[in-house]
């Protein structure tokens, strides 16, 4: 199966993580569907992703003290792999796992996707579970020396055939399960091993060798990041994504920070192959983190991520929780002229400074030209920009500004600080 013949544009969904963190329920994953289907899927928006600790019972319960508790029982069958927690996914008793879940999902029109860690239960190699496929039980599989610094579930897996055996007994329960997305974490980077003997780069290859064999289209996410950018061949034969940045929440300074990130990575964008700058943190989320609030971004900074993710072409994940999006944050959420860079052009970082940025993309009947104004204060940011001569009609500010002053090919827009004017011209 060619990993690239699917996700042909950057997947674009809801994932539970920003608002519910890791207690999560089925009642809050269906609500949110619901509200995707009816408000955000006729723009592309159309994953579904259930994130981190689905199949832990007791997960948020002792959020004031751990995020993970650790060594808590976790819901596993015979065979080492993990199950959801059926007081919080009732419709998975019996041994159902997600397929309910997921046959909901998909009657709505939209895909479904998972999280999960790297490698194998701690609980099943301490039980001498079964591995399906192999004679061998979890505690032989299991490599007990690699293991997530953040996260106390799991123990990576030795890359042997009885490992692989493993992630194909896993990958193949997904997509009888029904799964289209997963998020692989404790993979793309590892703080603890600084890169050497990390076996997460062998695991990444037996997660990719696995959905190859299931015979169901899966598109395969690697977190968390950064990644490592003399790696970016390793995740472009591997993976669909992978996150370029760790967490991403609504600080002014971490999407600054995303100008250079993205610069560094804006060659590795194709086709299949997507680049991530993680999450959008908008509307209200930190409900299972710190207690429900309203992103703190400002308006302007909300267009300006929006606007650099889509130009771009970053995945875009939806970490609101989705009932309770107000008017404002949904139009910036469903602007066609800017989520059409997306599917159309390539983005390229022209210029960048510590107070302004320049963006440029192309598409097949139309370029975008985006000014972005990094400082503290509103500014004039112009550029120089040769294509424009190759464009007859008059450029239209995307979020509906006012329009630029234009000589020739040079390009000028009052922006205020911390936002962005884009211009898209037509031919």
Same mark, same amino acid.
């Given at each position: 199966m060619d990993k690239n013949s699917f996700a042909v544009t950057p997947p674009m969904g809801w994932n539970s993580y920003d608002y519910y963190d890791t207690a999560v329920t089925e009642a809050d994953v269906r609500a949110n569907a619901e509200y995707l289907a009816k408000n955000l899927r006729k723009f592309g928006w159309e994953y579904v992703v259930i994130d981190i600790e689905w199949y832990a019972n007791e997960a948020g319960t002792k959020r004031d003290r751990y995020q993970y508790i650790p060594f808590e029982f976790l819901e596993m069958d015979e065979y080492s792999r993990l199950q959801p927690s059926p007081s919080r996914f009732p419709s998975s008793k019996g041994g159902k796992g997600f397929k309910p879940l997921a046959d909901y999902v998909h009657s709505l029109g939209l895909k479904f996707?998972?999280?999960?860690? =790297?490698?194998?239960p701690r609980n099943a190699a301490h039980r001498h579970l079964k591995v399906l496929g192999t004679d061998a039980t979890a505690d032989e599989i299991a490599n007990p020396s690699s293991i997530c610094g953040w996260n106390p579930d799991m123990y990576g897996?030795?890359?042997?055939?009885d490992g692989q055996a493993y992630y194909d007994s896993i990958i193949s329960m997904y997509a009888d399960w029904g799964v289209d997305f997963i998020k692989c974490d404790d993979i793309c980077d590892s703080w603890m091993y600084g890169g050497k003997f990390f076996s997460g780069w062998e695991e990444t290859k037996m997660l990719r060798r696995a959905i190859d064999k299931c015979g169901r289209e899966i598109v395969l996410s690697l977190s968390p990041g950064p990644a490592h950018i003399d790696l970016a061949w390793h995740y472009s034969e591997n993976a669909n994504m992978w996150r370029i940045t760790d967490d991403f929440w609504d600080r002014w300074g971490d999407l600054k920070n995303m100008f250079w990130r993205c610069e560094q990575w804006q060659d590795h964008v194709k086709e299949g192959c997507w680049p991530d700058c993680d999450m959008l943190p908008l509307g209200k989320i930190g409900k299972g983190h710190f207690g429900e609030y309203d992103c703190r971004f400002t308006f302007e900074e909300q267009k300006t991520m929006m606007t650099?993710? *889509?130009?771009?072409r970053s995945p875009m994940m939806i970490g609101a929780e /989705? @009932?309770? /999006?107000?008017e404002k944050t949904l139009a910036l959420l469903t602007n066609a002229d800017i989520l059409e860079m997306l599917k159309d052009g390539r983005g390229v970082q022209i210029r960048r400074t510590d107070s302004d940025a320049v963006w440029l993309s192309e598409?097949?009947? *139309? /370029?975008r030209i985006a000014l972005f104004n990094l400082s503290d204060e509103a500014a004039e940011v112009s550029a120089d920009i040769a294509k424009i001569a190759d464009y007859s009609s008059a450029p239209v500010e995307l979020w509906g500004a006012e329009p630029c002053k234009l000589d020739k090919c =040079?390009? @000028?827009a009052e922006v205020p600080p911390h936002g962005v004017r884009i211009y898209g011209f037509g031919k």
């Open positions: 996707g998972i999280h999960i860690m =790297r490698g194998i897996v030795h890359h042997n055939a650099l993710w *889509c130009i771009f /989705l @009932t309770k /999006l107000d598409g097949s009947e *139309c /370029l =040079r390009i @000028t």
